[in-house]
């Protein structure tokens, strides 16, 4: 009798844990949307679409989404292609190589915070490296994080490098799994390094390809913690990506409703995103066995 | 391959590696240079850096919460998507697949839109600024539940009907025969749950606000953006506040380099 209970038992923490802190706050989310709340009054009045009318005519909600599509439309065509360009040198298992693997992947798992002041020390005006090697060619200092058109750049450049190892893990993993046959049959037909990387590498590694643009751009949507630290969305909101403003409108202005219309806004795109990336998944699995 | 390929081979690897990570490994140097130094190029090394972010700016005790954080999430989530991937893998019950569906999904669920009603709840229940609020949050774990539910279904099921037959129940199984069994698995979980959790900066962001609470990212993003705005920053001191937190994951990094690796292999290919 007990035992038919047990199962139930034991599921339960967990599932109390999802339903408490992920799917109710969801349910949650999408209320606040329609309702004018600034965390303080005892009434939150339902406003309707209010929020998001008021969002998607303020010139602050198309910067952020525009700065957030420059930053993934950059970043993620840089990532794959640089970590494409590694892996294929580090496909073998010998003790360099893997040190070498080891190596570009430390940075994606450390400290966002630490990274994003080390680099911050990089660029700094006047005691970073940056400036000191553009004076050893003759270059006067450029105030890089405090210049709207070169702030983006050095946030990409700063993911880029932190991300870049976990993607050159997965291309690594996918290239392994091409048959080494295939490669022999290249050669044999004579064929030249970049002609074997075009016409058997590069199609063979499109299920890897396909898996990491969809999680890099998810991942690039959600960014944040580098920026909050280097520049919090400036200078001039150069920087401002999605999430920097969703935070900045909840927990600086305390504007509820609009924060969570935001939200869901980008919670309902990353969804659709989602579901994508599984269909693609499923159809990766025959490449993979 | 020849042997001065491989001296040829091996010194490049270590120069592209070493080039890759020359920004972290310049930023820990600094962490050990005087101001003096720092600015003027002359000086002493020093571990006064250390010394100052551990007694002035409550390093300490940031590195304690964090340890408390971190391992309060690693024990809970362990605990819990044990339990759940027990339950999944070795019981037929009603509900079960929609369960495991709901529990699965929420790796595809972008944290951001939790934030606010989580800080909401938390603040109404007198839960923000503190550890339960810091670390419950972050307990429910699919990826972990997931990877533990395949890891068991690999376990030979004669070996729990061994167990049955002496007449243990469900509870003795799990804790005698399955948890035993995957060691290995647990061990690369937990310390996968620990990392995360280490590094993790919204939550604690918006759940913490006083100096005593404060998890070790959020001490340092406040130490630099506060120099930041004043416009003049102490940067060996920022350092060695940066090479702290870190440090846990350089230490652990060459031990469990290769756990890691596959995990996140496992975790694509999933």
Redesign the interface.
Known sequence: MLVRFTPYAMVLPIVLCILAFTYWPILVSFDLSFRHWDFMSSDKPFVGLSNYSELVRSDEFWNSVTITLIFTAISVPLRLALAIAIARYLTTESKTVRALRGAFFLPAVTSSVAIAVIWSWIFSTDAGVANALLNNLGIAKVPWLQTPSLALWVIIIVNTWKQLGYDIVIYVAGLQAIPEDLYEAAKMDGGKRWHTFRRVTFPLVMPTTYFLLIVSVIESFQIFTIVDVMTQGGPAMSTDMMVNMLYRTGFTLFDVGKGSALAVLLFVFLVVLTVLKSRILGKRVHYEH | MNTSGGVV??ST?VA???L??S??L??IW?SFQTANR??SGNGEMTLQNYVDAVEKMNFLRYLFNSLIVSGGVTILSL???I??A???SR?E?RG?DL?FG??VA?L??????????????F?RVGLLDTYAGLI??A??N?FA?FFLRQYFRGIPRSLDEAAWMDGA???KVLYRVIIPMSKPAIYAMGLFIF?GE??S??WP??ATDSPDMLT??IG??RL??MD?QEGL?N?PL??A???L??LP??LG??LV??H??RG??MG??K
């Open positions: 081979l091996r690897a592209v590696g070493l890759f990570l920004p972290l310049y930023g600094i720092f600015f605990a819990t998507s339990m759940a027990y339950a999944f019981f019950f079960r369960i709901l529990v929420t595809m669920i972008p944290g951001h839109i939790t934030l606010i009603p989580n800080y909401l709840n603040a419950l949050p307990v429910a699919g539940t129940n469900a509870w990392l280490w590094n900066y919204v962001l918006i070790l990212q340092l993003a630099y953006k930041a920053v940067w920022v350092m506040a940066a090479t937190t870190m994951v350089l990094f060459a380099e290769r890691l690796v996140i292999s694509a290919i």
